[in-house]
């Protein structure tokens, strides 16, 4: 019981719950708005499967740094062999990538590149810092126009607006992220901003992010892509996001950096509710 709950553990389950739900925002703010019972079903398990597999492939090449920062996950506390970590990544991502050809040739195609960058990333472009944060941005942002493409069957301009506040504010929580990872990041080399220019530094770029999203949000609505039902939900997350951004600037160290990060989550599943009500009502 316990290694199987290692194996699910690992595949970190509230970040693909969040990339499906970023999958059915891309079909709310999508033009014709439509999806079929079975891509509804294909595209949870395209969400899961693939972001399952980059969290394991997250932890196999961090295994060394988690003996540091994260001893208690699966790999570093000796529950899943290295070894078999591969080949449970490489199982998933082949389901991915099946279930997205079953949808369409497009959503195959957006599937198999955000894939491949994870894997980049994971594999070497963590050590670059601030590029690789962005990195990791653009692949959070691939759900929505995997979803929007879903719905129309092709890739649309709309999508941009909608994922600029989200590449803004993932990016701000990477870097964040990076100062509660310092130690970790010592031994594998990682060029972090918390590890290069400090932790202060690292809390006002994350913060300027923060409130450059905050700054966007507006603009959807603004543009008439959704409804008036997007800017009280939205400003929940806004609010939420300077929050944060105050939390961390007061105090950057470890402990605080974990809490932030962990509540940006909670301010992007808001604002993607925000999306969906907004894009659908």
Known sequence: M??????????RPPNGILMFVGVLAGVAISYSKIIRFEDFVY???????????????????????????????????????????VIYSSILGLTGIIFSRLISIYC????????????TYNSSLKKTG??????????VSAPFIFGATMSDGYISDRIIVFIIPVILSNT?????KGIADVEGDIVRRVNSIA???????????GSILYLLAVLFSPVPYILGCVSEYYLPIVLIADVGFIISARKIMKRPDKENAIKVKNETLLWMFIALIAYILGGIL
């Open 130 to 139: 601030l590029i690789g944060n962005f990195i990791v941005s653009l692949i």
């Open 43 to 85: 595209s949870f398990i395209v969400a899961y499967t693939l972001n399952g597999s980059s969290m394991v492939l997250n932890d196999y090449f961090d295994r060394d740094v988690d003996r540091v920062n994260a001893p208690h996950r699966p790999i570093p506390s000796g529950l899943i062999k290295p070894s078999h970590a």
């Open 195 to 205: 590890r290069v220019k400090g932790a202060g530094k690292a809390a006002l770029a």
């Open 172 to 176: 701000g929580r990477e870097v964040i």
């Open 2 to 11: 316990k290694l199987l709950k290692a194996y699910v553990m690992i595949t």
């Open 108 to 119: 195959m195609i957006i599937a198999i590149i955000s894939y491949l960058a994870a894997f």
